[in-house]
């Protein structure tokens, strides 16, 4: 099974940028979709973005398309997530997962412990 590691969150101000990192470890990374997740407090954890295993191909939760973008380099085994403009409703812990079938995590997927990002008005 593949383990994640997540890393990058952080307090930031309304408008500004933060970029999130996931490392994997095992080898069948790179033959994996990955995606990204968030839950906000008394909410449901959220599909945020995901990625294809070749990175080709990417697709977006509506509430940050424009804004976040996901890439992934499997020489290092980690999948990013840039944040840019981001608003004070993008508070949450984000949660890299994979392997994703479309929005969704495979049964046997794995999930990361989850990285904090605050974003103040």
């Known amino acids: 099974q593949v383990q994640l590691v997540e890393s990058g969150g952080g307090l930031v101000q309304a408008g500004g940028s933060l970029r999130l990192s996931c490392t994997a470890s095992?080898?069948?990374?790179?033959?994996?979709?990955m995606g990204w997740f968030r839950q906000a407090p008394g909410k449901d954890r959220e599909f945020v973005a995901g990625i294809t295993w070749s990175g080709l191909a990417t697709y977006y939760a509506d509430s940050v398309k424009g804004r976040f973008t996901i890439s992934r380099d499997n020489a290092k085994n980690t999948v990013y997530l840039q944040m840019n403009r981001l608003k004070p409703d993008d508070t949450a812990v984000y949660y890299c997962?994979?392997?994703?079938?479309?929005?969704?995590?495979?049964?046997?997927?794995?999930w990361g412990q989850g990285t904090q990002v605050t974003v103040s008005s």
């Open positions: 095992g080898r069948t990374f790179s033959s994996y979709a």
């Open positions: 997962a994979g392997p994703v079938e479309g929005k969704k995590v495979a049964a046997f997927g794995s």
